[in-house]
């Protein structure tokens, strides 16, 4: 089974910066994509970047600039480097894992959720 567990969540104020970090374990190897999404209270989840191998990423438009994802392969560990800060920003962050691209696993059966980390911005 695989398991995802997020850290590096908190509180700060708006301009300051955290790093979010996810480890995948269990049976998963060269995972496709790897992600962060958002939920906000009252909200719907969104995502917020991914980085898809080798080294492709994506993130959503109101956190370019702003925030850096990237992967340490080896160690099946995905970060989110959020600096600046805003208030907007506050979410329940949750990693994704997709273990194949879309044509080889087209319903995403191998995808994988973790329970979330908590992101607070105060102004």
């Known amino acids: 089974q695989v398991q995802l567990v997020e850290s590096g969540g908190g509180l700060v104020q708006a301009g300051e910066s955290l790093r979010l970090s996810c480890a995948a374990s269990?049976?998963?190897?060269?995972?496709?994509?790897m992600g962060w999404y958002r939920q906000a209270p009252g909200k719907q989840r969104e995502l917020v970047a991914t980085?898809?191998?080798?080294?492709?990423?994506k993130y959503t438009d109101s956190v370019k600039g702003r925030f850096t994802i990237s992967r340490d392969s080896a160690k099946n560990t995905v970060f989110l480097q959020m600096n600046s800060l805003k208030p907007e920003d506050k979410a329940v962050y949750y990693c994704?894992?997709?273990?194949?691209?879309?044509?080889?696993?087209?319903?995403?059966?191998?995808?994988?959720w973790g329970q979330g980390t908590q992101v607070n911005v105060s102004s």
């Open positions: 980085i898809t191998a080798p080294d492709s990423t």
């Open positions: 269990g049976s998963i190897s060269n995972i496709n994509t």
């Open positions: 994704n894992v997709r273990q194949y691209d879309r044509t080889t696993d087209p319903i995403g059966k191998y995808n994988y």
